[in-house]
């Protein structure tokens, strides 16, 4: 089965501009979470999705981040403005079953954002 | 979620084992011990899980101790590809009208260096 694929690898815009990062999860999974990882810190959760509904998006750090879900298959992020601490490594995982207790999560390779 | 403590790095000779260590003294009687690996330029990876008893597949195993406040993940015979950044998770059961469902919570991990 094809993994968790997200586009684009790389993405390099400047300050104030306006990038979106998109996922497919595989197909299938209800569950689909945005992290990310920025200079060098800690892998950190941004939100969580089941379907197209927004189950926890306690670590958003703020509104020029927007998630969505249409459909409840792939998901964008979008970032507008960009700012330079924005600067990092987004991943996105997916898992299979909503109320299986530990269904594991399958990650993708990240989207490496880079805003000078 | 609960805190796990691990060592910031391990070597290990090729076809050597590895005993990778982390302590989570104050796991609840919920929270499932789980590992995630991640390599170079790539996603988390999903190496194992476990509650109380000790768990192997194909990638690895789980050794947990009996008063659950600390487990091993081990690796039979490491080879160049096991080198990475290794993680342990404390992960809560699922609860209803939960928001925390399915998050994952990573610290700085142990980064493993495989000699040839």
């Known amino acids: 089965e094809a993994g968790v694929t997200q586009f684009p690898s790389h993405s390099v815009i400047e300050k104030g501009q306006t990038v979106t990062l998109r996922c497919d999860p595989i197909s299938g999974h209800d569950n689909l979470y945005w992290y990310r990882r920025v200079m060098g810190k800690e892998i950190k959760f941004l939100l969580h999705?089941?379907?197209?509904?927004?189950?926890?998006e306690s670590g958003m750090p703020n509104n020029r981040f927007l998630a969505e879900r249409t459909g409840g298959t792939y998901s964008t992020l979008k970032v507008q403005p960009a700012e330079l601490e924005d600067s990092g490594v987004y991943f996105c995982?997916?898992?299979?079953?909503?109320?299986?207790?530990?269904?594991?999560?399958?990650f993708g390779n990240g989207t490496r954002l880079t805003v000078t | 979620d609960a805190k796990t403590t691990q060592p910031n790095s391990m070597e290990s000779n090729e076809e050597e084992p590895v005993h990778l260590p982390c302590n989570h003294s104050t796991i609840s009687g919920t929270d499932y011990i789980h590992w995630y690996r991640q390599l170079p330029s790539q996603g988390p990876e999903y190496v194992i899980h476990?509650?109380?008893s000790n768990v192997n597949n194909r990638m690895a195993s789980l050794a947990i101790a009996e008063d659950r406040k600390s487990s091993t993940l081990i690796l039979h015979r490491a080879t160049l590809r096991d080198a990475a950044v290794y993680y342990c998770?404390?992960?809560?059961?699922?609860?209803?009208?939960?928001?925390?469902?399915?998050?994952?919570?990573f610290g700085q991990g142990t980064i493993l260096t495989v000699h040839p």
């Open positions: 476990g509650l109380t």
């Open positions: 995982a997916s898992s299979q079953v909503v109320s299986a207790r530990n269904s594991p999560l399958h």
């Open positions: 999705f089941v379907k197209e509904s927004k189950q926890d």
């Open positions: 998770i404390l992960r809560d059961r699922p609860r209803a009208g939960g928001t925390s469902y399915g998050k994952l919570t």
